[in-house]
């Protein structure tokens, strides 16, 4: 996916969203770009997935990059930069632990978006499921980190072993 603003191809995007938008109820847009590994999500997506959401995107599911990135709210609406891997063909990093993921579920009030609901999984012998207690924490740590560094708040649910990121103070308790 080009994510420079002026890129005719992302023009016609930022378009396609708008109209569609006009239409749906909830418009996820399902970015494939890169780059592959790293922490942090590449500059130039941020203000990209911005003018996504400004153009009518309620959620932004990027993938490709192998890792879990951090989740930032902009205007209210999830902008997952990366949601790492949930099946896998690539050799397990032992640092960048691109087997550690998550479930992501988007849950709604009505037609609003008002909670993002993280299950912590791991990948092993060929299937995603969910981490147990010190994976489970690891993963989860390292998510609340990610997730801050992006201004987001994250509540850690041990009832139901899931992280939880509110869309805004009014959201379902």
Known sequence: MPVTLKDQRAVKLLELVSKTKALVDVLIVSAHWGPNWGDDPPAKQIPFAHALVDAGADVIFGHSGHMVRGIELYREKPILYCTGDFIDD??????????????????????????????????????????????????????????????????????AERLEIRMSQHALS
């Open 90 to 159: 690539y050799a397990v990093d032992e640092i960048e632990r691109n087997d550690q993921s998550f479930m992501f579920v988007v849950e709604m009030d009505g037609q609003r978006i008002a909670r993002l609901l993280l299950y912590p999984t791991v990948i092993a012998a060929c299937q995603a499921r969910r981490a147990q207690q010190n994976e489970r924490e690891a993963i989860v740590a390292r998510m609340q980190r990610l997730c801050m560094q992006l201004n987001t708040p994250t509540t850690w649910n041990e009832q």
